[in-house]
């Protein structure tokens, strides 16, 4: 592959064939000031305020992913993403250790049951290296660790007893770093649950260590297709050969690729950079997904960036480029709520029969809907099936199975609880 890491002094007798080798690039992991001093430049207050930060936090950058920096830079994205500031040591007022609630919604160890048909299973909280933006701070860059056998057994009992759940998100830490053979008899388990129709797993491997994916890795996992992989761009920078042949493997081997950004600030706040990304992504075979709001966790009150951002993103993209290359926007609710898409408004009135909606130019236009609005849905062996299984919010509202959704404890059903009781 390239030689780009040679325009580092301190990588100038590294082999080719060392540094396109994952095991080296997981040994020679940054983890230590004295070791990035070799390959990134900054003055000695800089320093200090990093020796402050390793204090708390770990760092861990692969060479590789830190060969993609500028040398001096300090505002450089890439360079944002691996190297911690002192700002990681605020404190927000917002912040919190497990905003969203992913150890309380846990059933077994390991896994997140929050929508009713999938579940988000970490089998591990290592990974080959340590995004300054991590929402799971509070567990990766502390206690490394893989499930050990006996949870991942529990977390597949669980699994096997859930009928319901017909999707598996495979994530993290990142699921990687484990071995081919530990993924696989993992991949394999899940496989020989009938209910489980797909598996996902979510890596920034094709980003940070793009070595990892070998061959051998994709004709394994090609074994236990439908397999889909998630991956995590943040800036067209990080778009290189490297990364562009770990997404080719993957792809050839079927693996439909998806993109999960989170919206930084400095690394990737503007509608420019953005679209460059979502372009380049679809040119390397991967569907943008989602982009996150930066979520409350702890220590990256510094990325944070206003809502609005988001919208504006999305504003600059929709309709002015690819439909494919246009992600969700998403805040991750507070408290395990989950996704909330969030778009620019292109409903603008309506009435009875007219929808009056705009578009990407500012052209307002109208829609006129059919006098005869019954829909024949709802006849069909289909919905049949479907109608047996509970639904949950307004979905349940919508089919009339519910009037009203109210919080519990309602401070007026109280009071008239309290009035029948006397
Ligand atoms: C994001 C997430 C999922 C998957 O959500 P999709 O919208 O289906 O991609 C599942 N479980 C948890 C806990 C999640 O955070
Ligand atoms: S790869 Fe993912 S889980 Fe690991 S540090 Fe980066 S954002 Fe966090």
New binding site residues.
Partial sequence: MSNGFKHITFYKDVSENDWNNWHWQLANVIRDVKTLEKVLDFNSNEKEELNKCLEKFRMAITPYYASLMDKSYRRCPIRLQGVPQIKELIKDESDQEDPLHEDVDSPAPGLTHRYPDRVLFLITNI?S???RH?T?RRL??FNDKHLSGDAMEQALEYIRDHKEIRDVLIS???PFVLTNDHLESGLKKLRAIKHVEIIRIGS?MPV?LPQRITPDLVKMLKKYHPIYVNT?FNHPKEITPESKNACAMLANAGIPLGNQSVLLRDVNDCPSIFKKLVQQLLSIRVKPYYIYQCDLSKGISHFRTSIAKGIEIIENLRGHTTGMAVPTFVVDALGGGGKIPISPNYMLSRSDRKLILRNYEGVITTYTEPEDIFSNCGRCKICDDERYKPLDGIAKLLRGEKLVLEPKNLKRTRRSNETKQT
């Fill in positions: 990974c290296m340590y995004c991590c799971r990766v860059g993290g830490g990142d920034r940070v995590h």
